[in-house]
Structures are given as structure tokens and as C-alpha cells.
Antibody
């Protein structure tokens, strides 16, 4: 069974940092591109970042470029999102997701940016 | 503003059929057969209902069907049931990322 389990969310002050992790199991993690997607309270889904299977190509949304860094460790079947210079508008549930066929999502981890 | 355009809300009566549209461009919906649809109930994670334009994951009711024509994808829910009341999002693969619709609130 495919599983994606996010962790690392929590409450952080504006300007602070947080590192999210996503543990993958049940599929060949190293073969697939992975993504982070977020959903602010009461809002829609927003793609945040993606990384190809060997980390060759990395993409960010304009809203997080220069502040967030996506990475992966295929030996550990893990995906990461380092979030720096956090803002109130980064408050959201963050999901890791594979958009392979079929797509797979985790259950999400809540990040709250507030003083 | 979302990359893909969905109606903000659609309503229907029990047993009726409704269709939700999702309009993009040739760089996303029209360019790839990787359109997915998600159902989301309040406080819950999105649930995959359709992937690769028209494929249903195991366990998803056959009342849910989907198609694509040009730059517009569509999700149809037939035999509408109370539990179908939720938000629905479309998404499409692009060359570098994925794009989402703004979501459609379905009211039964």
C-alpha cells in the first residue's frame, strides 16, 4: 500500500523557519517526481514545489521562490521542504504528493505562522 | 487567480446529474492526458476521484465519470447523493509543475 506521511508542521513566528518531511513507502520512491502542495484555511489547493526523481530539476511557485527549498533523499525514501522567512500567508496545510498514475497524497501537516 | 477555471458552485437535487467544467489552455489541460479530480469534505484531505482524464481509482463509485475535449475537462456526478456534497478540484500536469482549479462547491 502506498503511504506518504508528512511531519514537521507547527507554530512558528513570522520570519522563522521550519522543515517539513515526507516519508514514502509502498512504491519505488526514487523513480518518481514529488511535489509539495498547500491549502490555506478556507482556500483552494496551491502547488508549491516539485523535484524530479534524481533531483535534476526543481521548480517553485513564485510565492515561495527564494524562501523555500525542496530536496529529497532517495536512500531514505524521504522528501523535504525547508521553509525560511515564513510569512503569515504561508499558513496552510502542506501535503506531499506524487502525480504519477494514479496520484498519491499524504494526509498533510499544518503550518501556522503567527506571532 | 487559479490557472484552471472552474465554476464556483454547482447544485443539484438528489438523484440528478451534474457536471463541473475545468478550463485551461493547451499548455496544461489540452496538452496532456493528466487531468485529475479531487473531492474534499470540510476538514479532510483531498480524495482522488478521477485521474488520467477518465480513470477511476479502486473504490470510487461509478457514479463519477469524466472526460476532456480540447482545453476543457469535465466531471459528471450521476445519481447525486447527499454525501457528494463537497468541494471538487481539478488539476492538470504541465511541463514543470501541476496547476489547480479554484474549486467548485457542490450542493445537494
Amino acid at each position: 500500500e502506498v503511504q506518504l506521511v508528512e511531519s514537521g508542521g507547527g507554530l512558528v513566528k513570522p520570519g522563522g523557519s521550519l522543515r517539513l518531511s515526507c516519508a514514502a513507502s509502498g512504491f519505488t520512491f526514487s523513480s518518481y517526481s514529488m511535489n509539495w502542495v498547500r491549502q490555506a484555511p478556507g482556500k483552494g489547493l496551491e502547488w508549491v514545489s516539485s523535484i524530479t526523481s534524481s533531483s535534476t530539476y526543481i521548480y517553485y511557485s513564485d510565492s515561495v521562490k527564494g524562501r523555500f527549498t525542496i530536496s529529497r533523499d532517495n536512500a531514505k525514501n524521504s522528501l523535504y521542504l525547508q521553509m525560511n522567512s515564513l510569512r503569515a500567508e504561508d499558513t496552510a496545510v502542506y501535503y506531499c504528493a506524487s502525480f504519477a498514475s494514479p496520484p498519491q497524497w499524504g494526509q498533510g501537516t499544518l503550518v501556522t505562522v503567527s506571532s | 487567480q487559479s490557472a484552471l477555471t472552474q465554476p464556483a458552485s454547482v447544485s443539484g437535487s438528489l438523484g440528478q446529474s451534474i457536471t463541473i467544467s475545468c478550463t485551461g489552455t493547451g499548455s496544461d489541460v489540452g496538452g496532456y492526458n493528466y487531468v485529475s479530480w479531487y473531492q474534499q469534505h470540510p476538514g479532510k484531505a483531498p480524495k482522488l476521484m478521477i485521474y488520467d482524464v477518465d480513470k477511476r481509482p479502486s473504490g470510487v463509485s461509478s457514479r463519477f465519470s469524466a472526460s476532456k475535449s480540447g482545453n476543457t475537462a469535465s466531471l459528471t456526478i450521476s445519481g447525486l447523493q447527499a454525501e457528494d456534497e463537497a468541494d471538487y478540484y481539478c488539476t492538470s500536469y504541465t511541463s514543470s509543475n501541476v496547476v489547480f482549479g479554484g474549486g467548485t462547491e457542490v450542493t445537494v
